[in-house]
């Protein structure tokens, strides 16, 4: 480090801001509630900390309007976080400043601008890996779900009575899927539409044929009952093929991560031991052009094995 006052400078503002994250994750975001709806027992934040952080998401809030950017209520919803956008852009934010800052001051001003810029895309790619994971969690519990709305439907409940008892009764996501489709429906979303968003939301097509068995059924009548066992016994075939397809793709889906993993783990390796030979590459232009040829390589190899590995059926 050429000036330790620099340094102590670096070190202060990314404690600065390390401390306006946890204030930002922590705290919830209660601005937008009018004073009168709040609960009067609940403890309000008026440490300088709290209003830096309550103002820094309002600003973001109105910037971003209601289409919520990047990071909007349709994708966190799919996610499973619970919270704003405007929360989860400033924490973002924060997080690429302060990631930025080490990087230029400790090791390169172009590693410090390319973690800046890659944190966002890293918050989007950990969204993405939560919603995958939410949706196949999902599709673990589809065979419970059937055998409930069955069972609901053999006792006489109406289809919506029966959805709300298997909401109740089901773990999450599949309790706040069906719940949301039952306030959907109560507020006067046609049913048909709110089964279907839901399908496309959790990228399910076994549930798609749950949702056109109902819809049929409130068509033209008959045993909805019967007819969802036959789906049922369906879907339980396909879950076993599926299984078998993941654990003989699971081989080849390690082997790219891992891939995918050991050139970035040895340049920052390599960068942290030596970092004089990583140096070349960020300031000589020969290296430059090579580490840009190189991301590019690395994100053709990256789409070709994940398309190599995913099977769809």
Known sequence: MD???LFVLAIVLCAAALIVLVAVVLKPQNGSIPIERRRVDLPQDSSAVGRVSESAVRFVDTAIGKSGGPFNREVLYNAGVKQAPADVTVVVTIAALLLGAFGWLLINPFIGVLLAVGVPFGAKLMLVV???KRRGKFEMQ????IQMLIGGLRVGHSVMRTLEAAAQESQAPTSEELARIVNEVRIGKDPRQALEDCAIRMDSEDFRWIGQAIQINREVGGD???VLEQVGATIR????????????SAEGKMSAVILMALPVVVALAIAVINPG???LFVE???GIAMMVLSFLMFVVGGFWMS???KIKF
């Open 3 to 5: 000036s330790p006052a």
């Open 130 to 132: 939560k919603t995958e």
């Open 142 to 145: 589809l065979t419970d779900t």
């Open 224 to 226: 909805l009952a019967e």
């Open 237 to 248: 075939e396909r879950s076993e093929i599926k299984g078998h397809v993941r654990s003989l």
């Open 277 to 279: 030979y990583v140096r």
């Open 284 to 286: 000589h232009p020969l």
């Open 307 to 309: 398309r190599t590995v």
